[in-house]
């Protein structure tokens, strides 16, 4: 928890906390909620109901889909004239999840106390990210925060939907993958274990498969707690590599490098690109700005360093469509379109027919690679179950023969 000073460009000073892990990740969140002349940032000692929540992850426990009904329902109230923080009380009694009411009900303290609604909407980057609160502030100085809230409620949802066809892409391999490894692993320590104390009583010779099976099968029974520990070590190896900023750039390089995943990818983060463009040239943010902003919210090291090189030349005045031409990661027709918006000052709405364009073609190769996997997952599922079920089958037809 930080205490802070921040001046704003409207040359007023204003005083709060803000909850982050370290100064770093504070002044990022104040300079994504828009103050930038930070005066003063102090580390203060959080009190026992902020620790709790902190133990228990308060904000993890509020769905984003919550947290959009909750701008929906504000933005309704305040186009019926109730005053803002009566509004947010009222939501805060009209919500039954927990966690979240004592988000509004922070949210109605912070701005009673004369903090701007999009800094202290800063204090929760897992459920509203930097460039949206950068869309609020823009919307509260402009005077009509209705629309801004609206706006971000839509594109959120609009983001749930984008990640939502990735997730269920990758929901159906790892479930058939889930339920293998549980069928191995009940069949390597309950059925083969039994089966080969009867096949060394009756003196059956066993064929080459049944004897991989049982080969298999003592191997994990000797050592699963190895194995175990071997699976939880590679786990925890995979989190710190994704962690380290040197091996996220090799595997963002290795994964535009890919044929099939390359195309996911980019246009995945195209997607966000021209969504999020859309979003805050509509909220009023300037180019640069609203580059600034977007850089934060993709996920690739090599497309978020490429603009980080297209906002530089913006600011010195070359324009959009040029540099996103030079850095040969944009689609030919995207820096087309852009190119003409800039011509014809209508470069929101370019962009936002482009997030439109690429999100259905993204739901196109989604549903094209869904199509793929599924098969080959069960393929590879019913290859595993008759390997199992010929090296059971074989020696018993053997001793069925014998015994006949």
């Known amino acids: 928890m930080y205490q802070y000073e921040a001046y704003t460009l409207d040359k007023e000073i204003v005083q709060g906390t803000i909850d982050a892990p370290n100064e770093g990740v504070a002044e990022e969140r104040l300079n994504g909620a828009g103050y930038h002349q930070i005066l003063t940032l102090k580390k203060t000692s959080p009190t026992l109901s902020a620790s709790v929540k902190r133990l228990f992850h308060l904000p993890s426990s509020v769905k984003k889909s919550e947290f959009t009904d909750f701008f929906y329902q504000l933005a309704t109230l305040l186009d019926s004239r109730m005053p803002f923080v009566q509004a947010l009380w009222v939501l805060a009694e009209q919500t039954h999840n927990p966690a979240l009411r004592d988000i509004i009900s922070k949210l109605g303290r912070d701005v009673s106390s004369g903090i701007p609604f999009s800094l202290t909407l800063g204090q929760y980057p897992k459920l509203i990210s930097s460039h949206y609160c950068q869309v609020i502030r823009v919307s509260e100085k402009s005077g009509d925060l209705t629309r801004g809230l609206r706006l971000v409620a839509g594109y959120i949802e609009k983001e749930a939907s984008l990640s939502g066809h990735v997730k269920r892409m ?53 050592y699963k707690f190895h194995l175990g520990a071997g699976i939880l070590a590679i786990i925890g190896i995979v989190f710190l590599i994704k962690k380290s900023p040197g091996a996220k750039k090799y595997l963002d390089m290795l994964a535009l490098s890919l044929p099939i995943v390359s195309n996911i990818v980019i246009m995945r983060n195209i997607c966000r690109f021209c969504r999020s463009s859309a979003m805050l040239i509509e909220a009023g943010l300037t180019l640069p700005q609203a580059l600034n902003a977007i850089i934060g919210t993709i996920d690739n090291t090599i497309i978020r360093n490429a603009l980080k090189e297209i906002r530089q030349e913006t600011i010195k005045g070359k324009g959009l469509w040029q540099p996103m031409e030079k850095s040969g990661l944009f689609p030919r027709l995207l820096v087309d379109v852009v190119a003409i918006g800039e011509k014809s000052g209508s470069l929101q709405s370019s962009f936002s027919t482009m997030a439109d364009y690429y999100e259905k073609r993204l739901d196109q190769r989604v549903q094209k690679l869904l199509s793929m996997i599924e098969p080959a997952s069960i393929i590879l599922v019913g290859l595993i179950i008759s390997f199992i079920g010929i090296a059971i089958i074989t020696p018993l037809y053997s001793i069925y023969q014998n015994v006949a």
């Open 170 to 222: 990758l929901s159906y391999p790892s479930f058939l993958g889930l339920a293998s490894l549980i069928v191995i692993i009940i069949v390597a320590t309950v059925a083969v274990p039994s089966l080969t104390k009867l096949f060394d009583s009756l003196g059956v010779d066993l064929p080459l498969v049944t004897q991989i099976l049982v080969a298999c099968a003592g191997f994990i029974t000797t």
